[in-house]
Nanobody, 125 residues
Framework: VQLVESGGGSIQAGGSLRLSCAVSGLTFRSYCMGWFRQAPGKEREGVAAIDNYASTMYANSVKGRFIISKANAKNVLYLQMNSLEPEDTAMYYC????????????????????WGQGTQVTVAS
């Protein structure tokens, strides 16, 4: 199983980025897929997740700015990030939890069976 993130980079505050997570080796539709992030010196936190029925959940800090989606035919998970803020600077990881609906973020983080290697997002003020 492989989860490979891409799309990170450096950007000015207010800008947008779209992250992708290419998934192989698992039945995409059988998993809750999520995005997590971890900034230096901070704990990992859940950002967004989507289940097999396309139900979504978001961290309060990103609601209204980030959109999670997936392309089942391509086995790709996306995170559209708009109105980026310096506080969004972190390493972003995608994760796959073998259940749906999605568990709350803290539970999902412990139950996720697979993680990607991460992609760095840096937002300058």
């Amino acid at each position: 199983v492989q989860l490979v993130e891409s799309g990170g980079g450096s950007i000015q505050a207010g800008g947008s980025l779209r992250l992708s997570c290419a998934v192989s080796g698992l039945t995409f539709r059988s998993y809750c897929m999520g995005w997590f992030r971890q900034a230096p010196g901070k704990e990992r936190e859940g950002v967004a997740a989507i289940d097999n029925y396309a139900s979504t959940m978001y961290a309060n800090s990103v609601k209204g700015r980030f959109i999670i989606s997936k392309a089942n035919a391509k086995n790709v998970l996306y995170l559209q990030m708009n109105s980026l803020e310096p506080e969004d600077t972190a390493m972003y990881y995608c994760a796959a939890e073998p259940t749906f609906p999605c568990s709350p973020f803290q539970v999902m983080a412990s139950r996720a069976a697979y993680w990607g290697q991460g992609t760095q997002v840096t937002v300058a003020s």
